[in-house]
């Protein structure tokens, strides 16, 4: 058994970790970016703050786009690996990464309402999380079927454009996409209410109160 193990962990690191270590790694530039423009006590929206926004807005689909990363590991259970191996190296390893990415866009767009909120626009913050679903919908999309990268958007962006409105106005891709943003929406309630909780619990413990109180 732990030779298998041994043997599990050498192939994920040879045949996944890279993907890993990268798609979490794009997935966390929209959080740290989300971090910089809505945290911060600055008001100020200079060019510099417009061009992170737009940069912000390109790499967020990074994040939900790991929940796609779910066929690497089926692919991995068809690898010849036992059961067990599975189930306690590729199975959980993968969990994390996809959970990981996602739980980053959804506290990207946590600090996005808290911005929008203190500068008092706070009725928009609703229909500006459902827009940010539909373009990372569109993202995921392009992402994992037309093999676009966020920074095509800006080598490439003429094609990326094509390729979009083609796609837009196609049956196929088009139910593709409003399936996706309607699990990225409902995917995002959830974990928007689990994070909360954890932060509300967080709070409550740093003033010695009792969350059942």
């Not at 590729?90 to 959804?106: K, M, N, R, S, T």
């Not at 808290?114 to 008092?120: A, S, V």
């Not at 827009?131 to 999309?141: D, T």
């Not at 080598?155 to 996409?177: C, H, M, Q, W, Y």
């Amino acid at each position: 058994m732990r030779d298998l193990l041994n043997q599990a962990l050498r192939a994920f690191s040879d045949n996944h970790s890279g993907w890993i270590a990268w798609n979490l790694f794009l997935a966390f530039i929209p959080l740290a970016l989300s971090f910089w423009l809505f945290r911060r006590p600055s008001k100020v929206r200079d060019v510099l703050w417009w061009t992170g926004l737009v940069m912000y807005v390109a790499f967020l689909p990074n994040a939900p786009y790991l929940l796609t990363d779910i066929i690497h590991l089926i692919r991995a259970t068809q690898s010849g690996y036992s059961v067990w191996v599975i189930g306690l190296v590729f199975f959980p390893l993968h969990l994390i990464a996809i959970l990981g990415g996602f739980e980053a866009y959804v506290v990207s767009l946590i600090n996005q309402g808290y911005y929008l909120k203190r500068i008092g626009a706070k009725a928009w913050i609703l229909w500006a999380e459902l827009g940010i679903h539909l373009l990372c919908a569109i993202g995921v999309f392009i992402g994992r079927f037309r093999r676009f990268n966020s920074w095509d958007l800006v080598t490439d962006p003429g094609n990326v454009l094509l390729t979009t409105l083609d796609d837009l106005t196609n049956k196929r891709p088009a139910f593709v996409i409003c399936v996706t943003f309607v699990i990225l929406a409902v995917l995002y309630w959830i974990f928007k209410q689990i994070t909360l909780g954890l932060k509300l619990r967080l709070d409550y413990a740093r003033q010695g109160r009792d969350v059942l109180e």
